[in-house]
């Protein structure tokens, strides 16, 4: 579940789903508790009638229907429920004695506000809290005098962990917020906004990596290409079309390689990829997308060609080095008519 969170919204439905099944759970346990005890009080309906609720509520985010509509579906149940509960829980309580500690409100209430703050802006969601607060206050003021000290107390202190809920998760907020604010930043500074794919930083902090890994006891190999006769594209179908072929081209790429291999944008029509294998396996590997990338069929263009130079790690390499390598094979690729690769210890690939 979680390899497959892509967006902010993905993250949302995560949450959703373990957060309402918390809800659900705490509800459920007040409602059966009742029923043992054959409370059948204003609350214990309510309960039974938010269960429900609750459970379709789930359902729709598991369903994955239109998110924000089970968003404000869900922001106006759990509303509804904290305060008719609480309120009805107040007024039951009225000229009575005997202590209740309102241990179900403490246990809901920080979930109801990471909801709040979930699906509504920052600003938003604090004023919609402490609209909450407020309303759940309101019938205490109207009947303190008339509560047992006991129930008061627990009350008073269900009021304060509240606003003290709402400071911190408001808080909390606000710092993942800014921290995803600066994973953004750094992302795109390792990101080409054109493809995106690394970029020539990117490029660099993965050529460190690699370089290091196999000075310890790895082995990988470099595939260096670019797209041939791209200029003749640019200039004959237009610089839209030509980056429509840059584009096309990247996606059948990510299509091809695995998780664990590193694909980005060294310039221009120029591209490198870094593969954990020896040579001959990353020789065998830029054969099948030289081939895939020469079979497809490009809108507008037709059939595009890509040129490859194919480089291993050798003892005492540098990213230099082998940057110097891989440039010179790929230009060999292109002396010796393209659409080919080529690698130190392997055959060349023919048209």
Not at 273 to 291: D, G, M, N, S, V
Request: charged share 20%; with cysteine; proline share 1%.
């Amino acid at each position: 579940m979680w390899k497959n969170i892509e967006t902010f919204d993905d993250l949302k439905r995560v949450i959703y789903l373990f957060l309402l099944p918390s809800i659900f759970i705490v509800t459920v346990v007040s409602f059966v508790m009742q029923l043992v005890n054959q409370q059948y009080t204003d609350v214990f309906y309510i309960n039974g009638l938010f269960v429900g609720a609750f459970t379709i509520g789930w359902l729709l985010v598991y369903r994955k229907q239109s998110q924000r509509l089970v968003e404000y579906y869900l922001l106006w149940l759990v509303m509804v429920y904290h305060v008719s509960t609480i309120t009805i829980e107040i007024f039951n309580n009225v000229d009575t004695i005997g202590m209740n500690t309102l241990i179900s409100f403490s246990i809901c209430t920080p979930f109801i506000l990471i909801l709040l703050f979930l699906i509504m802006d920052k600003s938003s969601a604090l004023w919609l809290s402490v609209l909450l607060l407020v309303l759940s206050i309101i019938p205490g003021v109207m009947v303190y005098s008339r509560l047992d000290s006991s129930f008061f107390n627990s009350l008073t202190q269900l009021y304060i962990t509240t606003a003290v809920y709402i400071l911190v998760i408001f808080f909390l907020h606000e710092l993942f917020r800014m921290r995803g604010e600066i994973k953004m930043m750094q992302r795109q500074l390792y990101l080409d906004p054109f493809t995106q794919i690394g970029n020539r930083h990117q490029i660099d902090e993965w050529m460190k990596k690699f370089v290091g890994e196999a000075q310890e006891d790895g082995a990988f190999s470099l595939l260096f290409f670019d797209i041939d006769r791209f200029k003749y594209v640019n200039d004959q179908f237009g610089h839209k079309v030509g980056d429509d072929v840059l584009k096309e081209v990247v996606r059948i790429v990510q299509k091809e390689i695995r998780k664990d291999e590193f694909f980005g944008r060294w310039g221009g029509e120029e591209f490198i990829i870094f593969l954990p294998t020896r040579e001959h396996q990353a020789f065998q590997i830029a054969e099948r997308l030289c081939q895939t990338i020469g079979q497809h069929e490009f809108s507008q263009v037709g059939q595009v060609t890509v040129s490859f130079g194919v480089t291993g790690y050798q003892q005492g390499d540098t990213a230099e080095t082998i940057l110097v390598r891989a440039d010179e094979l790929l230009y060999a690729s292109k002396e010796n008519g393209r659409n080919r690769v080529t690698g130190e210890i392997m055959s060349k690939f023919d048209e």
